[in-house]
């Protein structure tokens, strides 16, 4: 199996921007679609953005379309969410997930088999 860790996470102010990283060991990351999930406290988790194996196509959340960027390095095992405009509503606990699947771009929970530990984003106003 892939194991799956995330950085990038940290306190920012609202309008900020953060890049989070998800680093992929064990496996090669590049059989893997790949996806960003999130948890606000006392929610469940939201589907963020997914992308393909070669990166050449991605799908977001209506609530982060145009503001995040997702995006795979596949030489580096590292997929990345570029996230810009931040604002309170985007505070979570974010997670990478991955699926060792040749097609498609899964925004459901149960569709991925591999996940993360998180990484805490807070913006305040």
């Known amino acids: 199996h892939v194991q799956l860790v995330e950085s990038g996470g940290g306190l920012v102010q609202a309008g900020g921007s953060l890049r989070l990283s998800c680093a992929a060991s064990?496996?090669?990351?590049?059989?893997?679609?790949m996806g960003w999930f999130r948890q606000a406290p006392g929610k469940e988790p939201d589907f963020a953005a997914a992308?393909?194996?070669?990166?050449?196509?991605?799908v977001y959340a209506e609530s982060v379309k145009g503001r995040f960027t997702i995006s795979r390095d596949n030489a580096k095992n590292t997929m990345y969410l570029q996230m810009n405009s931040l604002n309170p509503e985007d505070t979570a606990l974010y997670y990478c997930?991955?699926?060792?699947?040749?097609?498609?771009?899964?925004?459901?929970?149960?569709?991925?088999?591999?996940w993360g530990q998180g990484t805490q984003v807070t913006v305040s106003s």
């Open positions: 997930a991955a699926v060792e699947r040749t097609y498609g771009l899964p925004s459901r929970e149960n569709e991925y088999r591999v």
């Open positions: 992308i393909n194996l070669s990166g050449s196509s991605t």
């Open positions: 064990g496996r090669t990351s590049s059989k893997y679609v």
